[in-house]
């Protein structure tokens, strides 16, 4: 009985998976792509400058949130960027500070991204990041995907970061959907059980295989790459 009754629900109109926001750094782009400039400037210290600038840059965006003292995420990037050449006492020029943070702005999309996002093409297709208005307009732009999506979305407009709900909160309002209606697609794990915490159907790419973070949830669903994403939303379970 109870298979019944999920596979009803799952099946039912109110539960199906209208559109797709995806996640943009780590997940349509690969922020590792800045790897082989931090190399070329920073010899022998590139994976050391690009990994702490990662996970620096993430970890500002929490603090503020929690601080109650949102930058954009251009700021908090290029504070990072600052820290980490600090920690590994590597001396940052003004050039070398522009010629890394333009980067981002050229960051190279996963192999798989534009056909997978074309198979995917029937459903809206948003964006949704931390990443300031400017920073996600230039990266689509140069990566050539801006016809891909409908909307692309900051969390600038509400001035707090992912996984705040409140972030969250903002894809609803601009889609004007049901958050079960609303499959959110991001490769990193804490976004991705931010989005599953906050009420989206959530798919959880997971390309380095990397472990999932306790939390206690679980997302809907993982997948290797994009390329796993069509023939799965075509399966009963989430009925497009
Ligand atoms: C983003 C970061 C979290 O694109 O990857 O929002």
Same mark, same amino acid.
């Given at each position: 009985?109870?298979? *019944?009754?999920?596979?009803?629900?799952?099946?039912? +109109?109110?539960?199906?998976?209208?559109?797709?926001?995806?996640?943009?750094?780590? *997940?349509?782009?690969?922020?590792?792509?800045?790897?082989?400039?931090? %190399?070329?400037?920073?010899?022998?210290?590139?994976?050391?400058?690009? /990994?702490?600038?990662?996970?620096?840059?993430? %970890?500002?965006?929490?603090?503020?949130?929690?601080?109650?003292?949102?930058?954009?995420?251009?700021?908090?990037? %290029?504070?990072?960027?600052?820290?980490?050449?600090?920690?590994?006492?590597?001396?940052?020029?003004?050039?070398?500070?522009?010629?890394?943070?333009?980067?981002?702005?050229?960051?190279?999309?996963?192999?798989?991204?534009?056909?997978?996002?074309?198979?995917?093409?029937?459903?809206?297709?948003?964006?949704?990041?931390?990443?300031?208005?400017?920073?996600?307009?230039?990266?689509?732009?140069?990566?050539?995907?801006?016809?891909?999506?409908?909307?692309?979305?900051?969390?600038?407009?509400?001035?707090?970061?992912? +996984?705040? +709900?409140?972030?969250?909160?903002?894809?609803?309002?601009?889609?004007?959907?049901?958050?079960?209606?609303?499959?959110?697609?991001?490769?990193?794990?804490?976004?991705?059980?931010?989005?599953?915490?906050?009420?989206?159907?959530?798919?959880?790419?997971?390309?380095?295989?990397?472990?999932?973070? %306790?939390?206690?949830? /679980?997302?809907?669903?993982?997948?290797?790459?994009?390329?796993?994403? +069509?023939?799965?939303?075509?399966?009963?379970?989430?009925?497009?």
């Amino acid at each position: 009985l109870s298979e *019944t009754v999920s596979r009803e629900q799952g099946s039912s +109109p109110k539960h199906q998976i209208k559109a797709l926001a995806f996640d943009a750094y780590g *997940t349509l782009f690969d922020v590792a792509s800045v790897l082989s400039l931090c %190399e070329e400037l920073f010899p022998g210290k590139g994976s050391a400058v690009s /990994q702490m600038w990662r996970a620096k840059q993430l %970890e500002y965006s929490w603090l503020r949130s929690l601080m109650g003292r949102y930058e954009n995420f251009s700021h908090v990037t %290029e504070s990072a960027l600052v820290f980490s050449c600090n920690a590994l006492q590597l001396s940052l020029s003004g050039r070398v500070r522009a010629r890394l943070m333009d980067a981002y702005l050229h960051l190279t999309p996963f192999a798989e991204v534009p056909e997978a996002l074309k198979a995917l093409s029937s459903l809206k297709l948003a964006i949704f990041s931390n990443g300031s208005p400017q920073m996600l307009e230039a990266v689509v732009k140069n990566a050539g995907l801006t016809n891909a999506f409908t909307d692309i979305i900051s969390v600038d407009s509400v001035k707090i970061f992912k +996984p705040s +709900p409140l972030a969250y909160e903002l894809v609803v309002k601009t889609l004007g959907l049901e958050k079960s209606s609303v499959g959110f697609v991001s490769s990193n794990s804490w976004d991705a059980l931010g989005g599953k915490s906050f009420g989206f159907r959530t798919f959880w790419i997971n390309r380095a295989a990397a472990p999932l973070d %306790e939390l206690g949830f /679980q997302p809907d669903a993982k997948l290797k790459t994009l390329a796993e994403l +069509p023939s799965l939303l075509k399966s009963q379970q989430f009925s497009v």
